[in-house]
């Protein structure tokens, strides 16, 4: 059903909260990493009473929970809308000025703050689809924060609609915000009894029409090489470096292979994300990607022969090589639920979309909570060109997006029994 006679709240919503800074810090061992993101949060937890959401809460953990009412009699799943309020460590979140481009020309957005940060359409060729749309940006000095804050403000706008519709049948749906996604820890201690949903859906994907079912599966490797030390000016026959084991190391992993510089599509890849160490002991941290899971293994075996063929250059040397599980592929979840995509994709029809089926080279909150019992696909916000100075969004997409939940929730109401 098309929105008729509704003034969307998404975008004033948005522009909001992203002059809020949540930065997540991956160093940090505390849950959420970074206390500010609770700040958004609790304006979350206002809004949504504001709206008319009478159990919106914030827990101990970052976690924002509330229920939109069933306004339906009939036994319909419990659907979970999640997004996240944190932004990436990979660029400043501090200051945020968010700019709003009106009836967008397509011809290059230069940003104030910094005229050497340009918003074109050659670099971003989605940009050429959105002409004539109302496009925000941040101003040259600071990522926008559309990845998720535009997920969080559709998800707003939708809680907004229903209470002001209650005409439009639905089941019950829970609403969760989350912390820390951006490093890797966004529903580590989500309280799945309390959330208490059947399927869901994250909202944190790009273009309009794009359906995300499928993403990496992933693990973590730290490989430690172990030296001896001994007195420089006397370590003839006594010192092992270390530090030359491990970029020896390095220097063996392929260039033109097997790495993300080098892979797309449905390709895997081994990425080392950082080596550090002194002469006695030297680390060096990975990232294991693959859509098929039993490859992550073929992959650190991989790992596990070049660092053999290491220390026999490096008499004396002794290694460690630890694993770690991330996240897995939410496609071996969903295959079972085949309803879960095949509601979001009439859902993109009745909004006048085209579903088109997409594999993420990356992991969302919902390849977690499809393991974690939540079946969990992941739903286009417009945000683009994320995690940098160039981000942006599409005010027409988000709004969208709304209107592709609203049909989603009612199509699931109109399949229960």
Request: charged share 25%.
């Amino acid at each position: 059903m098309a929105l008729s006679n509704y003034q969307h709240t998404a975008a004033s919503r948005f522009m909001r909260y992203v002059q809020v800074d949540t930065q997540s810090d991956p160093a940090s061992p505390s849950q959420p990493s970074t206390e500010k993101q609770k700040n958004l949060s609790r304006i979350l937890v206002q809004d949504l009473l504001e709206i008319g959401i009478k159990d919106a809460e914030l827990d101990e953990h970052g976690y924002v929970y509330a229920t939109i009412p069933a306004t339906s009699d009939k036994n319909v799943p419990v659907l979970c809308f999640c997004s996240h309020v944190d932004t990436a460590p990979d660029c400043s979140g501090t200051g945020v000025k968010p700019i709003l481009h009106k009836n967008y020309d397509g011809k290059d957005i230069t940003l104030p703050d910094d005229t050497g940060v340009v918003i074109s359409t050659k670099d971003h060729p989605y940009l050429k689809e959105r002409i004539g749309d109302d496009i925000i940006t941040a101003s040259g000095t600071t990522l926008l924060g559309a990845d998720d804050k535009a997920g969080v403000a559709i998800i707003m706008d939708l809680a907004n609609y229903l209470i002001q519709h209650p005409e439009i049948k639905h089941g019950k749906i829970r609403i969760l915000y989350t912390p820390d996604e951006e490093i890797g820890r966004g529903v580590a201690a989500v309280d799945m009894t309390k959330l208490g949903a059947q399927f869901g859906y994250t909202l944190d994907g790009g273009e309009r029409g794009h359906l995300e079912g499928e993403t990496f599966s992933a693990d973590a490797v730290v490989v430690t090489f172990y030296g001896i030390s001994a007195h420089p000016g006397y370590a003839k026959g006594k010192m092992v470096n270390a530090i030359k084991a491990a970029s020896a190391f390095v220097a063996m992993l392929p260039r033109n292979e097997w790495c993300p510089e080098a892979t797309e599509g449905k390709e895997g890849f081994v990425h080392p994300t950082s080596i550090e160490g002194v002469l006695e002991k030297a680390t060096v941290q990975f990232i294991v990607r693959s859509f098929e899971t039993a490859k992550l293994a073929e992959y650190e075996q991989r790992l596990k022969e070049l660092v053999e063929a290491t220390i026999v250059q490096f008499p004396g040397v002794t290694t460690g090589f630890v694993v770690k599980e991330q996240y897995r592929n939410m496609k071996e979840v969903l295959d079972k639920y085949p309803e879960v995509m095949d509601h979001a994709e009439e859902a993109y029809k009745r909004s006048g979309l085209k579903a088109e089926r997409m594999s993420v080279r990356g992991g969302t909150d919902g390849s977690r909570l499809s393991f974690m019992g939540l079946p969990c696909p992941n739903l286009f916000t417009g945000e683009m060109g994320i995690h940098s100075k160039q981000e942006y969004v599409s005010v027409q997409d988000m709004e969208k997006a709304v209107e592709v939940l609203v049909n989603l929730a009612a199509i699931w109401e109109e399949k229960a029994k």
